[in-house]
C-alpha cells in the first residue's frame, strides 16, 4: 500500500512507482490525499488506468481526531464524493483518528481501515506479531481492521526484508497475508527507486508470493468472517497486543543476523 499525501512524491515519485508496479505486474492500494487530486487533476485516473486500488488519506492529511463525531462524518462523505466515480471501499488515518472516526467510516459504508502492527526491530529480536485482522462493530454494523505489518520508511534493506521475513512467518499461521507501507516521495525517489525494485522482485521472484488489493482481500476475508476475532468499537483500544517473553526470544536467523546492524542503527538514531 501507498501514502501519497506529499506534493514533489506525486509529481516525481508515483510515477516511478506505477512503471515499477507495471514491470512486476503487481497492483496496490493508494490512500491519496484530496488535495492530491485537486492539484494533480489526473492522478486518480492514472492509477486506475492500471486497476490500483483508491483508498482515503483526508482531505489534506488533516487530523480528524480534532473534529466532532458529525464533523467527521461530512468530512469522510465529502473526499468519497469528491473522487467521484472511484471505487472508495477503504481508508488509512493512521495516527490521526479515533473511535469517532471508525463511526464516520461505518455510517459513511467504508469496509476497511489500517492500522500500525509493525515488526519494528527490539534490541535482539522481531516481535512476532499478529497478522490477521479484526472485525470492528458497532450497533448492527461492522468494518475490518486490517494491520500493517511492514514499514519501508526510515529503514534501509536489510531492515525492510527482515521485517518482511518475521511478519511472513507468522502469517503463515494465520491469515496468510502481510501489508506493506510504503510512501512515494520515499520509495519513489532516486536515491531508493533501486530498493523499491528490490523489494518487489524479493516478494514476487523470490518469495513467489501473490498480490492483492486491500479492497479485494477484504472480499475474502468476508466469505469466511467467522473465523476472525470481532471487537466492539468500545473496545478498540484493547486490541494492541501485549508483548509476551517468548515473543521477544530470538528465534529465527533475522533476530540473530540482525543484532549488530539493527542495534547499531538504533544507537546511531
Not at 506525486?10 to 514491470?23: A, S, T
Not at 516481535?127 to 490477521?132: D, G, Q, R, S, Y
Not at 536515491?191 to 524479493?202: G, P
Request: glycine share 4%; hydrophobic share 40%.
Amino acid at each position: 500500500i501507498f501514502d501519497a499525501e506529499q506534493l514533489g512524491g506525486v509529481r516525481y515519485g508515483l510515477p516511478r512507482i506505477l512503471e515499477l508496479l507495471n514491470k512486476y505486474d503487481v497492483k496496490a492500494t493508494f490512500f491519496i490525499t484530496n488535495l492530491m487530486k485537486k492539484v494533480y487533476t489526473n492522478v486518480l485516473q492514472l492509477i486506475r488506468a492500471q486497476e490500483h486500488e483508491i483508498g482515503l488519506h483526508g482531505k489534506w492529511h488533516e487530523y480528524l481526531s480534532n473534529f466532532s463525531l458529525e464533523e467527521q462524518i461530512n468530512l469522510v462523505r465529502y473526499m468519497i464524493e469528491d473522487f467521484g466515480n472511484t471505487r472508495i471501499i477503504g481508508a488509512n488515518f493512521i495516527g490521526r483518528m479515533n473511535a469517532d472516526t471508525i463511526q464516520a467510516l461505518i455510517e459513511n459504508d467504508i469496509k476497511f481501515f489500517v492500522y500500525p502492527l509493525i515488526n519494528y526491530y527490539k534490541f535482539f529480536v522481531y516481535p512476532k506479531l499478529p497478522t490477521e485482522p479484526y472485525i470492528v462493530s458497532s450497533k448492527d454494523a461492522y468494518i475490518w481492521l486490517l494491520p500493517v505489518s511492514v514499514e519501508t520508511y526510515g529503514r534501509p534493506w536489510f531492515s525492510i526484508k527482515n521485517m518482511i521475513d518475521s511478519a511472513f512467518r507468522e502469517s503463515m499461521k494465520s491469515n496468510r497475508h502481510i501489508t506493506i507501507l510504503c510512501h512515494p516521495f520515499r520509495d519513489g525517489n532516486l536515491e531508493h527507486i533501486k530498493v523499491t525494485e528490490k523489494l518487489l522482485r524479493y516478494l514476487v521472484v523470490e518469495k513467489e508470493m501473490e498480490n492483492v488489493t486491500l479492497g479485494d482481500l477484504v472480499m475474502c476475508y468476508e466469505k469466511m468472517e467467522n473465523k476472525f476475532k470481532k471487537v466492539d468499537i468500545c473496545n478498540i483500544d484493547k486490541i494492541y497486543p501485549r508483548t509476551k517473553l517468548k515473543e521477544l526470544l530470538p528465534r529465527t536467523k533475522q533476530d540473530c543476523l540482525g543484532i549488530i546492524p539493527e542495534n547499531f542503527l538504533y544507537f546511531y538514531r
